[in-house]
Nanobody
Framework: QVQLVESGGGLVQAGRSLRLSCAAS????????RGWYRQAPGKQRELVAT???????NYADAVKGRFTISFDNAKNTVYLQMNSLQPEDTAVYYC??????????WGQGTQVTVSS
């Protein structure tokens, strides 16, 4: 059974950094896209960043220039480096691994809280 396990969340002051990790366990093949999403209280879940199997990345406008998504194939782990965090980045962050039309896995979420 496939599991995605996120880690790295926490409480930080505005302007600081965090790195989130999402590691996959179990048999999971031919993933097209890996991504990070977030959901703030009272808001819909939104895309933060994605990375394709070819390494192409895409970012929400709100995080461009501050967040970086990457994938370590040897560790089967996707990362989200978050710099210059702001209170509006406070949310539960979820990772998602997708093989279009076949798999769509979500992690359990990790809380990120940014204090002003």
């Amino acid at each position: 059974q496939v599991q995605l396990v996120e880690s790295g969340g926490g409480l930080v002051q505005a302007g600081r950094s965090l790195r989130l990790s999402c590691a996959a366990s179990g048999s999971i093949f031919s993933i097209n896209v890996r991504g990070w999403y977030r959901q703030a209280p009272g808001k819909q879940r939104e895309l933060v960043a994605t990375i394709t199997a070819a390494g192409s990345t895409n970012y929400a406008d709100a995080v461009k220039g501050r967040f970086t998504i990457s994938f370590d194939n040897a560790k089967n782990t996707v990362y989200l480096q978050m710099n210059s965090l702001q209170p509006e980045d406070t949310a539960v962050y979820y990772c998602r691994w997708t093989r279009i039309g076949v798999y769509d896995y979500w992690g359990q979420g990790t809380q990120v809280t940014v204090s002003s």
